[in-house]
């Protein structure tokens, strides 16, 4: 598990770390006399890494369903170390002119393969490597994961904010965020490469219940509820921007409250997969969902009304909490219904696709509404309306933890 983990925690960390020193980032490749149109250039960078994507689910979970979990692991972490190095070494605009921009693109679409791959591999093994009444925590960590690795961005993030100047941290600051990452690659691939394989372990439901359900059924729910939860990640990514850009707070309160929305997405999304593993995924998920769907807006209002440092750090708790709740009941309920001959590849996909979708477009869109309506609140009835189509595919996802099923032993029961 912390093997499995730690890939992913690395590989999200570069994805996150862009997004928090978007603005510095977009003057280093991308200088402007207008801020906005340096910003939104680097947005855009940011979403060419989710192009990929789907083409590294396709190759690196077919990889993973033939040949094993820890094989496509092992790749995708070694691209992705490629991918880090490649843009935090990378001359700005200043130095090489176009060459520059071009050499981040390309970084951000090796680093989009890698991890299109490594999120079917590493959460198939999640689950297969732990007993049945365990396989909601276990898919927690996949959300986890990510939360701690956007924790450490912002953790990194905040500590060079007070230390350097604005200028120093768009010349060489951010860089040193992203290679701090690398350190932890040589290890990585040494406690990968003692895993012991989990290929072929079958947590899917009796046939005839699969059967019922229906291959299809699975993705397109799957999808959604995906899809909804990628636009309040990357949202709850943004914040970091959000504060700095609307709110016109300063570099170190932003990044402090990104912080705070971190450390809240770990407690919540592990609660909530301890928690379905008692009660079942979609006794977890749905009033969860629920709750995102009616606060999320209001929360919003009061935040721009107000304006201050605590009503950020407080926006940004109970946005975490709400928003990472049903992340593992939601991982979990769709591995478990796949078979374990296609699971990785398939699950890459139903992920990977509208994360590939709305994951690199969620941010640009974001500034643009706030740019064209004026309204600071519009990134919220983004959120919202996503938080609703997702609501809709988990009353119609089907219940798979054992425990709902009684498929576990008494003693458990």
Not at 8 to 25: C, H, K, P, S, W
Not at 94 to 123: C, D, K, N, Y
Not at 262 to 269: E, G, H
Request: net charge positive; with cysteine.
């Amino acid at each position: 598990m912390a093997a499995a983990t730690i890939g992913n925690a690395l590989e999200f960390y570069d994805f996150v770390t862009f997004a928090f020193f978007a603005v510095q980032i977009g003057k280093t490749f991308f200088p402007s006399q207008d801020p906005f149109v340096s910003l939104m250039a680097s947005l855009a960078t940011f979403g060419t890494g989710f192009v990929a994507r789907p083409i590294g689910a396709w190759v690196l979970g077919g990889h993973a369903d033939r040949h094993g979990r820890k094989a496509a692991m092992l790749i995708s972490m070694g691209l992705m170390g490629v991918g880090i190095a490649v843009l935090a070494l990378t001359p700005g605009y200043a130095m090489i002119g176009w060459a520059a921009p071009v050499i981040a693109v390309t970084a951000r679409l090796v680093q989009g393969f890698a991890l299109g791959g490594e999120v079917g591999a590493s959460t198939s093994y999640m689950l297969e490597a732990v007993t049945p009444e365990r396989r909601g925590l276990a898919a927690s960590w996949q959300g986890a994961s990510q939360a701690i690795s956007a924790s450490c961005g912002s953790f990194i993030g905040l500590m060079l904010s007070l230390s350097l100047s604005a200028d120093q941290l768009t010349r060489f600051g951010w860089r040193a965020a992203l290679l701090a990452g690398t350190v932890i690659i040589p290890f990585a691939i040494l406690i990968r490469r003692s895993l012991p394989d989990t290929a072929g372990e079958d947590v899917s439901p009796p046939p005839a219940q699969e059967k019922s359900i229906g291959f299809g059924r699975i993705c397109t729910l799957g999808m959604m509820m995906i899809a909804s939860g990628t636009i309040a990640t990357y949202s709850s990514h943004y914040m970091a921007t959000y504060g700095q850009t609307t709110l016109h707070l300063s570099v170190t309160a932003s990044l402090s409250g990104q912080f705070a929305n971190n450390m809240t997405q770990v407690a919540a999304a592990l609660f909530g997969g301890w928690l379905c593993d008692r009660v079942g995924r979609r006794r977890v998920m749905i009033p969860a969902q629920i709750l995102l769907v009616i606060t999320v807006v209001p929360v919003f209002v009061w935040l721009n009304a107000t304006q201050t440092i605590g009503a950020f750090f407080t926006t940004n708790v109970v946005l975490a909490a709400v928003s990472f709740l049903q992340g593992g009941p939601v991982y979990t309920a769709i591995v478990e219904s796949l078979r374990p001959e296609n699971r990785a590849r398939a699950f890459a996909l139903i992920y990977t696709i509208p994360v590939t979708v709305l994951g690199g477009t969620t941010q640009p869109v974001v500034a643009w509404l706030n740019r064209v309506t004026g309204n600071p609140v519009s990134i919220a009835w983004y959120m919202m309306g996503a938080a609703v189509i997702g609501l809709i595919a988990m009353l119609r996802m089907h219940e798979s933890a054992p425990i709902r099923l009684g498929r576990l032993a008494p003693r458990f029961a």
